[in-house]
């Protein structure tokens, strides 16, 4: 109660603090990762003028003891000090990864996670979510960063901004910024020189499995996408690791499992298994992607970043009556909006994972969803912002 409140006294005079067009500060709602993260190390990388700090909170701590980059808790001196003094806040879900109490003045440029098609924000009319987004005293003392709006919000499309972002945000559409999305512009890279930004900004183990790649025909990667129930997915889908295994096994193939953070699965039971890999759940899989085969899922965002890849996805939603049907708050049709090879059980799935691939042309989802993006968002959303601040 008292932090809150003094909070809100904070908020107040954040709007009289003098801002350093040049200073932006970062964050995002895993630490260091999504949106924020590469745009922050292109700024790092090409723009030394703009002083670029990464602002996180108390639950990521432990990611920015060695942090090569300025980084500083939001409730430190220094981080309060930094995050009243820069015009610009950027971030990938919500200001509080930042600090909402200290944005008053500030720009607010949210990059977003990515497309779905699932409602979000202000659109969602089900489920336990949409009591948060409804205007009352009680809302906007818990969650006030939900009801300031952003300045700009990242888009990847005119039909995205029209359908998607600006009634989410309840923002016009000239306050949706159609660029695409930095994490994606890695996709756009050669794999050489997608292993020198891994040389430089990730760790040890991302080389090590971009090297083993090498070892096989085709890269599997698996993303299913958490179930809110946080029921046991691999149970109710009968997946059989086992198989899988051997499957791949013959193909002289690799399995790549990445689960969400938040999935409940015993790993342990599956860690002999010689062609199967789970991944950290924390692990950032975009230098990964180039280096994959093929993309399975169900219901994920990241399929819609996959479509740039034009490679190959195969659809597993076993849970499609309960998930699409019943309990979700859908935006967008799924048969109409996500396509590729669909199987709706475990057994079709080996059976599609066994044949070639079929001939499925992606082009028009990607036009629809991503314009004519081609890479190198990170330099348009700066030059966007630079412009926007009359910096030279």
């Known amino acids: 109660m008292i932090e809150r409140i003094i909070g809100f006294i904070i908020y107040i005079f954040s709007f009289l603090f003098v801002r350093n067009k040049n200073k932006w500060v970062f964050g995002s709602y895993g630490g260091f990762n999504d949106n924020s993260k590469y745009l922050f190390l292109y700024i790092i990388k090409n723009h030394p003028k703009i002083k670029a700090i990464w602002i996180y909170e108390k639950k990521h701590s432990q990611q920015f003891i060695n942090f090569p980059f300025k980084a500083y808790y939001q409730w430190s001196i220094k981080g309060l000090y930094h995050c009243l ?12 990864e930042i600090n909402f109490f200290t944005s008053g003045g500030a720009i607010l440029f949210n990059l977003w996670h990515g497309i779905g098609i699932k409602k979000i924000e202000f659109l969602i009319d089900s489920g336990p979510l949409k009591k948060n987004f409804q205007f009352n005293l009680q809302n906007l003392w818990k969650y006030p960063w939900i009801f300031r709006k952003p300045d700009y919000v990242l888009s990847t499309s005119s039909y995205t901004s029209d359908n998607f972002f600006a009634p989410a945000f309840r923002i016009k559409k000239n306050q949706c910024i159609e660029i695409g999305y930095p994490r994606c512009d890695i996709l ?6 997608i292993i020198q930004y891994v040389k430089q900004f990730e760790k040890k183990d991302m080389m090590n499995l971009l090297l083993k790649t090498k070892e096989y025909n085709e890269i599997y990667i698996y993303m299913p996408t958490w179930r809110e129930d946080n029921k046991n997915f691999v149970v109710n889908a009968k997946i059989d690791f086992e198989k899988i295994n051997e499957l791949v096994r013959t193909q002289k193939s690799l399995f790549l499992i990445k689960l969400h953070v938040n999935s409940n699965l015993d790993l342990d039971n599956y860690s002999k298994l ?3 890999i789970f991944l950290p759940t924390n692990l950032d899989v975009y230098p990964l992607l180039p280096f994959t085969t093929c993309l399975i899922t169900d219901y994920s965002s990241v399929y819609f970043d996959y479509l740039l890849l034009k490679k190959r996805i195969i659809l597993f939603p076993f849970d499609y009556e309960q998930y699409i049907l019943r309990n979700r708050s859908m935006l967008f049709d799924y048969n109409d909006t996500m396509i590729g090879e669909k199987v709706f059980n475990f057994d079709s799935l080996l059976d599609c994972i066994s044949k070639p691939k079929r001939k499925i042309s992606y082009n028009l989802q990607i036009e629809k ?6 890479g190198n968002a990170s330099y348009r959303c700066t030059e966007f912002l630079k412009k926007l601040l009359k910096i030279n």
Request: aromatic share 26%; hydrophobic share 35%.
């Open 369 to 374: 969803f991503w314009n004519n993006y081609h």
């Open 188 to 193: 756009f890279l050669t794999q050489s020189q």
């Open 274 to 276: 010689s062609n199967i």
């Open 85 to 96: 003094t820069a015009k610009v806040y950027i971030f990938s879900a919500y200001s509080k």
